[in-house]
């Protein structure tokens, strides 16, 4: 056997690992004429290397946005430099449908590409080489991931009792609107409330009726906002809402017909009816709040008031300096 | 994998080396920028030190600000010496970087995950394969990834848990003149890369 002959079954070993290596690997001259089209290529596209070869990139597919690999291709003949481009600029360079029927979830085959320099044997780069990996896999999971945070943030948002805003992304609105309250001078006011005696309520008709209960009134309030009003279940049996460009005589309304419709409402749970009533605080945003917490404490002292002046009732928040 | 019981050291002597030899890649990198862009690249002199692990998040904070930055990290290995090159931009640099790099398109998150991308792969590219070149190891770049857009320090090193203590970062601070582009490239290694590259370095200095 003659070195040559070894040299020859060397060349055929690489072919052979060229033409089942499991990523794509495309050699284009200065033209963008196709030189070397592998065995994933053909795969992919139906297309052999003998009609491949010699056709020109961009004619031949049409979605791959010459302008757009031309800029990540010329950096690489003109600097010898390697180039990349990832899933998340743009999905795919070559449109490769779906291969797998039962384990692929995607359309279309999710690519990375490297754009290497082939450099001559005079050291000018009159090739290169575009390699295509297949990262479906890890695209579908980032988007799965992505959609899970997102589900996620959204339950974060509501409480899963009564499906109104938690407290937590209530409080945050309420740091926003406080900011924008020190800065403007719409009123925003405050309407704090809690249903009289719910310890009763659970211990006569059990836990199970005071969520019902919870619920019947959250379903109601939710009748009674405006868009803009920004409701929470606080805690326990305490609401709180947050009525934007509203001032005391307006909140006084709103807080009026919530109370009302609470006391009209007949709540059914099983054969009983459980009826309920609430009392409620308001308070004005004021200059003299240095934090969200203070306007929460004047609400909540007004709400205070008017369980101690005989409940079911209504109480505005009355500044000390007045 | 096994930790290696040798103390990861920098002597003054590889310390310049590793400067000497940054300050080379970068003056081929700025020059293929030029001829590319034709633009003036200024050329810092590049900090090499030994950072804690610790330390990573200050060296990051040091060199920016806390206003929103994007940022892509880039693996790259050969002869068994292996890192990572961390680019980080200031979110306000990206409307001169647009027009720099002829970007017609619209400056909405895809256009600046574009910018982010191709100048990354300019920038990192250039760098590692010029000090590739001089210390003759032929690096493997892995595909770039996008750690944040838009975010803070906090955001894009939410890891913090890291396999190592101590390695060598060799920071570079660009800017490039009469424009409003601040980005800074972070070259980490691996902890067993530094005696390796450190035995490469004494062959230069002898």
Redo the contacts between chains.
């Keep these: 056997m003659t070195d040559s002959n070894i040299e020859f079954g060397d060349i055929h070993w690489l072919m052979d690992i060229l033409q089942n290596i499991d990523v794509g690997l495309v050699v284009l001259d200065r033209q963008y004429n196709i030189q070397l089209w592998n065995g994933f290529m053909e795969s992919h596209s139906g297309l052999s290397p003998q009609k491949a070869k010699g056709e020109n990139l961009f004619e031949l597919f049409s979605e791959i946005p010459k302008d757009w690999f031309m800029k990540k291709a010329e950096p690489v003949y003109q600097l010898k430099t390697r180039t990349f481009t990832i899933w998340e600029q743009r999905p795919y360079l070559f449109r490769f449908k779906n291969y797998r029927p039962i384990t692929g979830r995607a359309s279309v085959m999710y690519q990375n590409t490297s754009i290497i320099p082939l450099e001559s044997i005079n050291r000018s780069v009159d090739h290169i080489c575009v390699i295509i990996y297949d990262v479906t896999d890890i695209a579908v999971s980032r988007e799965d991931v992505m959609s899970a945070n997102k589900t996620l943030s959204e339950l974060n948002r509501t409480d899963q009792l009564t499906e109104l805003a938690s407290r937590g992304y209530w409080l945050k609105e309420l740091d926003r609107e406080f900011l924008r309250c020190q800065r403007s001078v719409v009123p925003s006011t405050l309407v704090m409330f809690d249903l009289d005696d719910f310890r009763s309520i659970n211990g006569h008709y059990g836990h199970q009726a005071g969520d019902q209960v919870l619920r019947s009134v959250s379903e109601g309030l939710r009748q009674t906002l405006r868009q803009t009003d920004q409701v929470c279940r606080y805690g326990g049996e305490v609401f709180s809402a947050l009525l934007v460009d509203t001032d005391e005589d307006e909140a006084v309304v709103f807080a009026e017909r919530v109370r009302k419709m609470i006391e009209r409402m007949d709540i059914r749970y099983g054969q009983q009816s459980i009826r309920a009533t609430a009392s409620l605080g308001i308070a004005r945003y004021q200059k003299s709040f240095t934090t969200a917490q203070d306007w929460l404490q004047a609400a909540d002292k007004a709400l205070y008031h008017a369980k101690e002046s005989g409940r079911n009732k209504t109480t505005v928040y009355q500044p000390k300096a007045h | 994998m096994t930790l290696t019981p040798t103390e990861v050291s920098l002597s003054e002597d590889q310390r310049d080396c590793y400067q000497e030899l940054t300050n080379v890649a970068m003056g081929q990198a700025a020059d293929?920028l030029a001829?590319?862009l034709d633009v003036y690249v200024v050329l810092p002199i590049p900090k090499v030190n030994l950072i804690e692990s610790s330390d990573l998040h200050m060296a990051i904070q040091d060199a920016e600000t806390d206003s929103a930055m994007s940022a892509v990290c880039?693996g790259f290995i050969g002869s068994g010496i292996a890192g990572e090159a961390l680019l980080l931009f200031n979110d306000t640099s990206f409307s001169d970087l647009a027009a720099l790099m002829n970007y017609g398109g619209e400056l909405d998150r895809?256009g600046e995950?574009?910018l982010l991308?191709?100048v990354s792969?300019?920038l990192i590219?250039?760098c590692i394969?010029g000090i590739g070149e001089q210390l003759e190891i032929h690096f493997n770049?892995g595909?770039?990834?996008?750690l944040g857009q838009h975010c803070k320090v906090d955001d894009i090193l939410k890891s913090g848990n890291h396999q190592w203590t101590k390695t060598l970062a060799i920071e570079i601070h660009y800017t490039i003149e009469h424009v409003n582009i601040d980005c800074d490239l972070l070259l980490l290694f691996t902890e067993d890369s530094v005696a390796k590259l450190n035995n490469k370095i004494n062959y230069l200095l002898d």
Aim: net charge neutral; hydrophobic share 35%; glycine share 6%.
């Design positions: 293929r001829r590319l880039q895809y995950l574009e991308m191709d792969s300019l590219g250039a394969q770049q595909h770039p990834v996008v």
